[in-house]
Structure formats: C-alpha cells, structure tokens
C-alpha cells in the first residue's frame, strides 16, 4: 500500500473516533470523502520491482479516497483534490458545498503528503522555492520560501443542526468559504494578491462578516 494511503486511512479513522463516531455506525451512509493529495512518487518505486495486478490502486491519487469509501462501506462522493498549496482547503470547501447541496450527509476532508522519492525536493530547490533553513515563516518577512513536510489534517463534517442532535464532539464551525484562481500573474507558480483578497472577502461576506 502507498504509504499516503495508509497515512490517510490512519487519520480518517482518527477524525470519524473524534467526532464521536464509529466506523460501523457510517456503514451504508451517504457520507463523502475529499482529500487533498497528490503524486507522492510511489508509482515509481514499483518499476524496480515486479508488477502485480494490486499495483494499480498504488498509482493513482485516486485509490487514497477511494480506499477509504470501499473500506468504511461509505456512499457518498469520493474525490481527490490536487490544488498545490491550497488543496486541504479546496477539499474543504468541496465537502462543504456537498454537504450543503445534499450530495452528502457527511464528509471527511483534509489533506495528506507524504515523500518517498527526491525528485521533488531537487526540482523545487533548483527552482529557488525551498526554505534555505528548512521552515516556512508564513505572513512574515523573513519568508525564503517553503519547507516540504510530511502529514495529514482531517476534519469530520456535518451540519450544525445534526451534529449538535447527535451529540458530536463539535471543534467548530464553518461559516464561509470560497474558492478562486489568480488566473494570469507574474508566472505559472506565483500567488496573485489581489486574487487571494478577494476570496478572502468573499468568504467573509458567505460567513456573515463584514471584510472591512
């Protein structure tokens, strides 16, 4: 198994306990799954050893969320999410919309990474990305890029109403969110400023909140 996969099933199971859930008792509902994940290199790992059939659910972002559903019995959408940076949040936001659109009763989003092979670390640092100390100084200053980590952060959804019938163990609330794109910046990989306010602003406006 892609050691992803078995991040990701570690922590769904986490955040279902969490909740004050059990597996058992989301058996046959219609609860989704969004995960952030991506390529980990995994798959080509597999081209030094022999192919077998079971290799296929090991070379696509896919067999993550899909693992999950086919694992919990669990009928609702089961997406991966592949964003870049924002792809936790992205799968958030999805999960939100479902829930909100019925597609859903429930959802486990969040994201996970891991790394198994360098070619990302070497592609990222040859482009001038990476943190020349190793960490991420975010909002500040001193930012000199990012620190590649491993992990996994993930919620379990439902609707204020249900949860708080059911007697959920409630962490918070989500008022608002939103998603966009800054469309064409100074490159491919650069943030645009003035599309990330705007998200912002709409996802407070969604909350409720005033963005002044």
Same mark, same amino acid.
């Given at each position: 198994?892609?050691?992803?996969?078995?991040?990701?099933?570690?922590?769904?199971?986490?955040?279902?306990?969490?909740?004050?859930?059990?597996?058992? +008792?989301?058996?046959?509902?219609?609860?989704?799954?969004?995960?952030?994940?991506?390529?980990? %290199?995994?798959?080509?790992?597999?081209?030094?050893?022999?192919?077998?059939? +079971?290799?296929?659910?090991?070379?696509?972002? +896919?067999?993550?969320?899909?693992?999950?559903?086919?694992?919990?019995? #669990?009928?609702?959408?089961?997406?991966?999410?592949?964003? @870049? !940076?924002?792809?936790?949040?992205?799968?958030?936001?999805? =999960?939100? !919309?479902? #829930?909100?659109? *019925?597609? !859903?009763?429930?959802?486990?989003?969040? *994201?996970?990474?891991?790394?198994?092979?360098?070619?990302?670390?070497? @592609?990222?640092?040859? =482009?001038?990305? $990476?943190? /020349?100390?190793? /960490? !991420?100084?975010?909002?500040?200053?001193? =930012?000199? %890029?990012?620190?590649?980590?491993?992990?996994?952060?993930? $919620?379990? $959804?439902? /609707?204020?109403?249900?949860?708080?019938?059911?007697?959920?163990?409630?962490? *918070?609330?989500?008022?608002?969110? @939103?998603?966009?794109? *800054?469309?064409?910046?100074?490159?491919?990989?650069?943030?645009?400023?003035?599309?990330?306010?705007?998200?912002?602003?709409?996802?407070?406006?969604? =909350?409720? #909140?005033?963005?002044?």
């Amino acid at each position: 198994m892609d050691p992803q996969q078995r991040l990701l099933m570690t922590y769904a199971w986490k955040a279902i306990e969490e909740a004050g859930h059990s597996a058992q +008792s989301l058996s046959g509902t219609k609860t989704g799954i969004f995960i952030g994940t991506g390529n980990t %290199g995994y798959s080509s790992l597999l081209s030094n050893v022999d192919i077998e059939g +079971s290799a296929a659910a090991n070379m696509s972002p +896919s067999a993550g969320p899909n693992r999950v559903s086919y694992f919990l019995n #669990i009928h609702g959408p089961s997406e991966p999410i592949d964003t @870049a !940076c924002s792809s936790s949040l992205v799968a958030i936001h999805h =999960a939100v !919309c479902a #829930i909100e659109d *019925g597609n !859903c009763e429930m959802a486990i989003a969040g *994201g996970v990474n891991t790394v198994v092979t360098p070619q990302g670390h070497i @592609a990222y640092d040859k =482009a001038g990305a $990476l943190s /020349k100390e190793g /960490k !991420c100084k975010t909002f500040s200053d001193k =930012a000199d %890029g990012f620190a590649v980590s491993e992990g996994a952060g993930i $919620l379990f $959804l439902k /609707k204020l109403k249900a949860a708080e019938r059911d007697g959920d163990h409630i962490y *918070g609330v989500i008022k608002g969110s @939103a998603v966009n794109h *800054g469309g064409r910046a100074n490159s491919l990989t650069t943030p645009n400023p003035k599309a990330q306010a705007e998200v912002v602003k709409t996802a407070y406006v969604k =909350a409720g #909140i005033d963005p002044r």
